[in-house]
């Protein structure tokens, strides 16, 4: 599977932003999805994941949890991630990642696909 995250970009604080992740080539039915980030000097981290058919509650990280949602366009494998109260620490590298089955793992490790990330700035 292929993945292309784009819908990165500069934003103040406060601000909002979309990000998209599309998924091309052979996937199986049962897919989660992972938002990760990569702020400089740091660790990759998941932000948000979510199951790609199985109905259930999405992961979100302590840090976004309230301003951060995370939704499907099944039909169209598509997965998005709505960023808002957007903060400076915020920023990083934002990757969306794909592994085959329903749970959610937290862990990058987990997932075999990832897309090339898309840069989103937030500017104090």
């Known amino acids: 599977v292929q993945l292309q995250a784009s819908g990165g970009g500069l934003v103040q604080a406060g601000g909002s932003l979309r990000l998209s992740c599309a998924a091309s080539?052979?996937?199986?039915?049962?897919?989660?999805i992972g938002w990760f980030r990569q702020a400089p000097g740091k660790d990759r981290e998941i932000v948000s994941g979510?199951?790609?058919?199985?109905?259930?509650?999405?992961f979100y990280a302590d840090s976004v949890k309230g301003r951060f949602t995370i939704s499907r366009d099944s039909p169209k494998r598509t997965v998005f991630l709505q960023m808002n109260s957007l903060k400076p620490e915020d920023t990083g590298v934002y990757y969306c990642?794909?592994?085959?089955?329903?749970?959610?793992?937290?862990?990058?490790?987990?997932?075999?696909?990832w897309g090339q990330g898309t840069l989103v700035t937030v500017s104090s």
């Open positions: 080539g052979r996937t199986a039915s049962d897919v989660t």
């Open positions: 990642a794909a592994r085959t089955g329903s749970k959610i793992y937290i862990q990058r490790d987990e997932y075999s696909f």
């Open positions: 979510i199951s790609w058919m199985r109905e259930g509650i999405p």
